[in-house]
């Protein structure tokens, strides 16, 4: 009696599967990500624009104008990045695999790590 071998099918099909995103995750779950890296990779135009609102007090709308513009076009140049939106849904799926698999969110994972190693 001949057995075959289990065909590669249904792994990809369960792969594929993994990688499905749902809409909250699309529209919520990555760009949420995305904002958070865009605005580490922004830091010195966040810096700069946070500086200015603090010494300009209620005229900050008007005298930060070239700092905010700054900052803007910092993070839309991220958040247009198509390998930028991959990065980040990689590390997404990434961080759910890892959820799926300990149901430990990631950040409370890390914040459960003694520290005293």
């Known amino acids: 009696m001949e057995t075959s071998s289990p065909s590669p099918q249904p792994e990809m099909e369960r792969n594929q599967a993994e990688d499905h995103l749902r809409h909250v995750e699309k529209d919520v779950l990555i760009p949420k990500i995305m904002r958070e890296k865009a605005r580490e990779r922004c830091s ?11 010494d300009s007090g209620f005229l900050m709308v008007v005298k930060c104008r070239k700092e905010n513009s700054a900052l803007k076009e910092c993070l839309i140049t991220h958040y247009k990045n198509p390998d930028f939106y991959e990065e980040c849904k990689m590390e997404y799926l990434k961080e759910r695999e890892e959820f799926r698999k300990t149901g430990i969110r990631s950040k409370s994972r890390l914040q ?4 005293n190693i």
């Open 112 to 115: 459960k790590l003694p520290t």
């Open 44 to 54: 010195d135009q966040v810096q700069d624009f946070t500086k200015c609102c603090k």
